[in-house]
């Protein structure tokens, strides 16, 4: 069986609507409608509709950074999957770092985000990832498996996305090694369904993107800064789209 391939850009709080549309427009161009890897923004959720009117019925998918754990209701500031479905998103980033770390986002919490995800239709993208002390102690399989399980507890995976990210290398311009990142991508996959696409995610670029897409459990990226360069961007991309990995 062939593992999906993606690379994903997460836009973060970037962005407006004359850049959003350049960036798109250099992304289309690039990207010629070549769908030998799967490729999707993470945008902002002001910015959904414009993105997902440009992108429809084009090789690029769209999707949000967050979605409320409830289902509607007075949740003040909140948007729910239901909404998010609405605007045509196929994917929902879950349990980014900067969420659990700067929002307080639960284990718990971040399992319930998943199950609306699910819930709503929304293929959900689950990053878990250690923090440099925890990898220093010795503690990143213990913690990465603690934030997977919180999840496959309430859970079927199903066909959703999970993304290891370590939290020293994102945004730091500092990435694991290949070797790093293979060794935690092998362990998360004995515990998801052997058909799961797991991306790596942490200051992946178009000059390290080939060596660590070339490991066996390394299925596509989830690109923070390098995914508001079109041609970075699109270098990543197409550094997927060479390799084929068959489980
Ligand atoms: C991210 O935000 O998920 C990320 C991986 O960021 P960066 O590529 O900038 O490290």
Known sequence: MTRTRL???NWKMHGNRAANAALLDAILRGQGGDASAECAVCVPFPYLAQVGERLRGTAVAWGAQNVSEHAQGAYTGEVSAAMLADFGCKYVIVGHSERRQLFGESDGQVAAKFAAARKGGLTPILCVGETLAEREAGRTEQVVGRQ??????SSS???AVLAYEPVWAIGTGR???P???QAVHAFLRTKVPSETCILYGGSMKAANAAGLLAMPDIDGGLIGGAS???EEF???LRAAGSIRVTT
């Open 7 to 9: 690379v994903a850009g």
């Open 148 to 153: 997977l399980d919180a999840v496959l507890s």
């Open 157 to 159: 995976f199903g066909d």
């Open 175 to 177: 990435n694991a090694t």
């Open 179 to 181: 070797e790093q990142a």
């Open 228 to 230: 508001l360069a079109a």
């Open 234 to 236: 699109l270098a990543i």
